[in-house]
T-cell receptor, first 112, second 112 residues
Framework: QKEVEQNSGPLSVPEGAIASLNCTYS??????FFWYRQYSGKSPELIMF????GDKEDGRFTAQLNKASQYVSLLIRDSQPSDSATYLC????????????FGQGTTLQVKP | KAGVTQTPRYLIKTRGQQVTLSCSPI?????VSWYQQTPGQGLQFLFE???????NKGNFPGRFSGRQFSNSRSEMNVSTLELGDSALYLC???????????FGPGTRLLVL
């Protein structure tokens, strides 16, 4: 079992729709959770982080964390073609180690 | 604030050679983590430095090494290059009181 799992996709949604990206993790003691966006040929760009159970909203993005079920999700409202990218879920298992464990990423395609 | 910078951006080497990559973190950030990204393995943690000390290391052979200087700039070195070392090498920095990592543009290494 991989430590962080994501559906590789591609996930295709029409412009203006809600895109839902999911991630599960195996270590119940995981501390912090991050979503990065990576355009082809570019480096990962931080979108959101979440530490506590529940929802966290930032503009069109909402991160949801459920530690009991060991999953974290990212919702993108009013999806735009510019949102088309690979979305990487990352987890820290131990605080203060500088080690992020990444999923393989989900490719999102937003069609005009 | 200026972001994380990495040099060089592109590098071509031949098998058996060695290479040194450089990373300058965001001003004030004392933690630098290095990652290797390949299409097959995704993003994998190499090591992390904080205040000139290696705090954590991933599962890579000893050919991969690094160091950090007193100004928080970091270098990683790969000796005896193999074809499989071709990858995007990313560094990320974070502040002392945060788990959030910000990535540089990466160095794309091609080993022939």
């Amino acid at each position: 079992q991989k430590e962080v799992e994501q559906n590789s996709g591609p996930l295709s949604v029409p412009e203006g729709a809600i895109a839902s990206l999911n991630c599960t993790y195996s270590d119940r003691g995981s501390q912090s959770f991050f979503w990065y966006r990576q355009y082809s040929g570019k480096s990962p760009e931080l979108i959101m982080f979440i530490y506590s159970n529940g929802d966290k909203e930032d503009g069109r993005f909402t991160a949801q964390l459920n530690k009991a079920s060991q999953y974290v999700s990212l919702l993108i409202r009013d999806s735009q073609p510019s949102d088309s990218a690979t979305y990487l879920c990352a987890v820290t298992q131990v605080s203060g180690t500088g080690k992020l464990i990444f999923g393989q990423g989900t490719t999102l395609q937003v069609k005009p | 604030k200026a972001g994380v910078t990495q040099t060089p951006r592109y590098l071509i080497k031949t098998r058996g050679q060695q290479v040194t990559l450089s990373c300058s973190p965001i001003s004030g950030h004392r933690s630098v983590s290095w990652y290797q990204q390949t299409p097959g393995q995704g993003l994998q943690f190499l090591f992390e430095y904080f205040s000139e000390t290696q705090r954590n290391k991933g599962n890579f052979p000893g050919r991969f090494s690094g160091r950090q200087f007193s100004n928080s700039r970091s270098e990683m070195n790969v000796s005896t290059l193999e074809l499989g070392d071709s990858a995007l090498y990313l560094c990320a920095s974070s502040s002392a009181d945060s788990e959030t990592q910000y990535f540089g543009p990466g160095t794309r290494l091609l080993v022939l």
